[in-house]
């Protein structure tokens, strides 16, 4: 070892593969001992060691760290107060060291380095809170410890703040992120009794995910069930089985019921993609969610006995085809015992193009195509499985014309024609009906001016007829006169301020009546599109409001002018629904139909933090009804769920209880945070474009049904490139 001495400044020497810096190095030929003082640093291949002051032996190969001592080797960080080293043999001691593997630290009177990244441990704690003195610890008399691998103690106890808790003659910690997960949450549902399921997930390979399922059900019996997740740039999908045998002798028993759920995306090349999905389901009632629907009402959502499908799509510069194919079953226990086929579609071929221009026709031209051959529904399996064939192809051109600086004018102008092979409702297999034609075209203008800065003013006008069968001429015998389409819309909106906007839309019908009703349009007011109201109000930067409301002029079942509302609602936000506060409360009320009740749909949604370390949601929604429009006698709850959760710095509980109609649920989770931090850094993938990945990262919350679950993203022919010129 070779040290170069300059004292009153900074020098650095190289030592074989090892460099020495500090403010101040004095070193001896004679003896070979050089003092490093001042930001002393030793680098080499194995990592870095700070101090006050080094002391370095050249001929024998050891050194000394004194005050401050710092070692840092990959991942893993080492302090003390003083360290010998021998290089030769690649061991040393370190006093009072204090270690950090994240998220876990471990602190010992003495440690003896056996080999690199391997130590030998007296009077050791281990912890992964990072709190001084920390809420939990694992303390033993010694132990080994490999950092970055695993930690290993004799006699350990857990101590929780300063009072032994449990013992443990031999304890072992992996100080790696745990790639696998183990999930208990007890619980209890009106339907099941008390409950309890159980969740191992385990990554198989880098690009996998998978979790085996085991559920303890009081009254239903045991259920289990696999998940299995793979994604990468090019291929993305999960596969999702349950089965259980159902004991429960509710309203619709079943011995056996399953569940099975697959999805599929995969990127051949750039242009040209597939996807595939198969929907597997025992009944119509086992396995379903509850989703959003309108106007925050949560519903349970229609499944089917077996739905699959399948499709090719290329991805032109300017145009988009897909080949699609697909398959409905229903199972009905009053018609049949077991699934029939109701819908089958093989094949479905669409073809769009984004609006195109060229250099010696500048107008904007789009061209749509489809080709289906799928069979009519049927609700019964006695009922024949016929097939129709029929297609469509479209062209539409539009070109904006600026009038003046402030006012656009876009005439608009399409035609499509429409083929079936026959027509399903007349024809059978002994008369088959001939090839239907049918055409239809549809012309327009569109009107957009603005007044001032801040308000605009937009009218369109649509004009739409239909021809007769296999034939050129207006379908006049028809009981609309063949007149599809005939009505302006205008649409007024405004800004106030950058916060407010307020809109104003309505329409007028110019149809004659149809001839099985002439005296439909009697009354101007029949003719009119109700009148809709927008208003958007940013009160503050934390408080929003929205209200709308269609307003009716004309009831067509009493055959009357009327002044009412058809629909009312609105919605106060206070806070950012993405924020640690958040609070809003919605409503809907629609106009009952004669004899039928008032009903106001009311939904209350609350986030906030009672105290630093709790964090509350609250969902409640439900439904006030009346035999009058505001005299409401009943309340009919819709869903009420909240959700508890107690930040305890190195641990997470969380309790969750929700209610539906016929459905009282609960469940608690608790685990300690070090445990998830594997999982979300495993299953975060930093591709902008597979963003499928982005699940189950937090072990902490599950996915809320319907409005935040993940789904797999599978482009469609409408995500085609925007017009360019």
């Known amino acids: 070892m070779l040290l170069c001495a300059a004292a009153g400044r900074a020098e650095q020497a190289e030592v074989e593969t090892s460099t020495v ?21 030793v680098v080499n291949a194995t990592g870095t060691m700070t101090a006050d002051r080094i002391t370095i032996d050249t001929k024998t190969n050891t050194g000394i760290a004194e005050g401050n001592v710092r070692i840092v080797s990959g991942t893993s960080t080492l302090t003390g107060q003083r360290a010998e080293y021998h290089w030769e043999a690649s061991t040393g001691t370190l006093d009072g060291a204090v270690g950090a593997t994240p998220p876990w630290r471990f602190e010992a009177e003495k440690m003896r380095q056996a080999e690199a990244g391997y130590f030998e441990v007296e009077n050791v704690e281990l912890t992964s ?96 069930g696999i998940e299995h997740r793979y994604f990468n740039p090019n291929i993305r999908g999960d596969f999702d089985a349950y089965y259980i045998r159902d004991t429960n002798p509710d309203e619709q028993p079943q ?99 984004i609006p195109l221009i060229w250099k010696y026709f500048p107008i904007y031209t789009s061209f749509t195509a489809s080709y289906v051959n799928e069979t009519v529904i049927r609700t019964s399996p006695k009922e024949t499985l016929r097939y129709q064939k029929s297609s469509s192809g479209g062209v539409q051109l539009k070109k904006d014309l600026k009038v003046r600086k402030k006012t656009t004018v876009t005439p608009i102008v399409s035609y499509q024609q429409t083929w079936r092979d026959r027509d399903v409702a007349t024809s059978t297999s002994s008369n088959p009906s001939k090839d239907i034609y049918q055409g239809r075209y549809t012309t327009g203008l569109d009107l957009r001016q603005r007044f001032g800065r801040t308000t605009d003013a937009n009218f369109a006008y649509r004009y739409g007829e239909r021809l007769e069968k ?57 003719r009119v599109v109700p009148p809709t109201v927008d208003v958007q109000w940013q009160a503050t930067r934390l408080v929003s409001v929205f209200f709308r409301e269609t307003y009716g002029l004309y009831d067509p079942g009493a055959r009357r002018n009327v002044r009412s509302p058809l629909n009312t609602s609105g919605d106060i936000q206070i806070g950012n629904v993405a924020g640690k506060t958040f609070f809003s409360q919605g409503f809907s009320y629609t106009k009952p139909a004669t004899g039928a009740t008032s ?34 006698r009943k309340v009919a709850p819709i869903e009420k769920t909240i959700q508890a959760v107690r930040d305890l710095h190195c641990w997470v509980l969380r309790m969750q209880f929700s209610e539906r109609p016929g459905r009282k649920e ?16 495993m299953l975060t993938n930093n591709d902008p474009d597979l963003k499928y990945n982005e699940v189950d990262v937090s072990q902490i919350f599950p996915e809320p049904a319907g409005e935040e679950a993940q789904h797999l993203l599978v482009p469609s022919v409408e995500e085609a490139p925007q017009v360019t010129e």
């Not at 819309?489 to 906007?501: C, E, M, P």
């Not at 006030?624 to 505001?630: P, T």
């Not at 609960?666 to 850094?681: P, T």
Request: aromatic content about 12%; glycine content about 6%; hydrophobic content about 30%.
């Open 470 to 526: 296999n034939r050129t001429k207006l379908d006049s015998l028809a009981d609309d006169r063949g007149v599809e389409t005939h009505v302006v819309n205008s649409a007024l909106v405004t800004r106030v301020g950058r916060d407010t906007r307020l809109s104003f839309s309505s329409g007028y019908d110019f149809r004659r009546a149809p001839k099985s009703d002439p005296g439909l349009y009697n009354r101007q007011a029949a």
């Open 255 to 353: 011995s056996r019921r399953y569940s099975v759920l697959l999805n599929h995306y995969q990127r051949f090349t750039p242009r040209l993609t597939m996807n595939a999905k198969l929907d597997v389901k025992s009944d119509q009632t086992f396995g379903n969610e509850f989703s959003n629907v309108g106007n925050d009402v949560r519903v349970e959502n229609q499944t089917r006995g077996l739905f699959s499908e399948g499709g090719l799509t290329y991805q032109f510069p300017r145009a988009a085809v897909l080949v699609q194919a697909d398959r409905l079953d229903r199972f009905d226990s009053t018609i049949s015992s077991s699934n029939f086929i109701s819908k089958l579609t093989l094949p479905r071929l669409n073809y769009n193009t």
């Open 21 to 41: 810096t500090g403010s101040i190095i004095d070193f001896d030929d004679a003896s070979g001992v050089g003092v490093v003082t001042g930001s002393a640093t």
């Open 666 to 681: 609960a469940s608690f989770f608790i685990d300690l945070k070090a445990n998830m931090r594997g999982q979300r850094e």
């Open 129 to 224: 809170c990072d709190l001084d003195p920390p809420h939990y610890r694992s303390r033993a008399s010694r132990g080994r410890i490999r950092t970055g691998v695993r930690a290993k103690m004799s006699r350990a106890r857990m101590v929780l703040d300063e009072t032994p808790s449990i013992f443990f003659p031999y304890y072992t910690r992996s100080l790696k992120p745990k790639k696998y997960s183990i999930r208990i949450e007890p619980g209890s549902s009106s339907r099941d009794g008390f409950t309890n399921r159980t969740i191992l997930g385990y990554p198989f390979s880098a690009n996998t995910y998978t979790k085996l399922r085991w559920d303890y059900l009081q009254y239903t019996g045991n259920g289990a």
């Open 599 to 632: 009903d106001l749909i009311l939904t209350n949604k609350v986030r906030f933090y009672p105290s630093p370390k709790w964090h509350l949601d609250f969902y409640l929604s439900y439904r006030a009804i009346g035999e009058k429009s505001v005299d409401y």
